[in-house]
């Protein structure tokens, strides 16, 4: 097993990474004297192939435990569903002790996370993540939120979890399309903060997309490594962790203007490749580097450009977002790949010109 701290003061915490995690959860949750009652917060996907199986583990290693269901989607990260699981909460007598496990994708982790921060001021939380996105990223750092309105992830806080507990087995089971939402922020962390780990995932690209767990378990190691030193740095994201963002500029340009069908990780994917063609265009990053993204993200199964009859309405969406931001739009841009910056300075017309190719 592999295993990280979260280095926070009094909210550190540790995320345990291996195959067959989910069996292990009882012990790991005694360990650090939590129970002996729970709640598991799923959706019925992930409580099928995982949720009845960890609640009949949990109950043989003597925990008492509630299971609670919402509906598979993103448009249940709502504050009306987080008020019906505060019902359900009352109603199974949940008490400032009770920890709510979140059991699945980081939709699941967004929503338990932010009910488990606010019904009664804070309950324990753990992050049980089950898909790739999850794993490196959305289970580590604590942010918990829901949508509101027309907005993403608008209301919510910091919360910390107690523990995160990644079972790589669980990524078996993935849709492709999943997966490769995950595979574009592990890229991103690589980009991020670590040159030989870029390494590393050029040369097992077929492993990893054949889902070999050693592999599986290096890439999610490595990933929550890169974030986990950013988030003990800035752990409310008022500087440094702002590089977390790369991508994201163009990639949030991308979901809105596509209403959100083309996916995450794919507007990631172009989003990267438009900060890096921003970056060489600038002299800054060199074109072999540039090329060696590209060839990543291509064989990683992830798009690496837009159709052009797009790029116009995207280049609105980003005057629109750089209107709401108060006159700057920010971007993270490599200086090479394991080394970006942030900026505000990018001129608009220049992300254009790269999209446009
Ligand atoms: P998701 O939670 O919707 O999961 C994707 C799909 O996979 C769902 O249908 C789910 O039921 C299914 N699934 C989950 N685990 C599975 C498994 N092991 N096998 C088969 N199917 C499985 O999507 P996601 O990509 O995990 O998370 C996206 C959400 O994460 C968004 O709401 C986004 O805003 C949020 N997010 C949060 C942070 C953060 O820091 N808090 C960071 C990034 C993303
Ligand atoms: N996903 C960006 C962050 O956690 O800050």
Redesign the pocket.
Known sequence: MKKLTVDLGSRSHEIHIACGLLAQSGPKLKEIGLGPKLVIITNPVVKGLYGDALRQGLTKDGFSVAVLEVADGEEQKTLETAGWLYTELGNIYAERQTPILALGGGVIGDLAGFVAATYMRGVPLVHIPTTLLAQV??S??G?VAVNHGRLKNNIGVFYQPRLVISDIGTLKTLPAKEFANGLA?VIKSAVIGDREFFGFLEANLDRIKAREEKVLEEIVFRSVRI?AE??AKDET?LSL??I??LG?TVGHAIETVSDFRIEHGAAVAIGMLAAAGISNRLGILEQGELDRLRKLIYGAGLPTEISGRRVKEIIQAMRHDKKIKGGQLRFVLPRAIGDVFVTDEVDISLAEQVLTG
Do not use: P
């Open positions: 990223d959305s580590i750092g942010k922020e974030k950013v988030v994201d962790r702002n977390l963002n994201h």
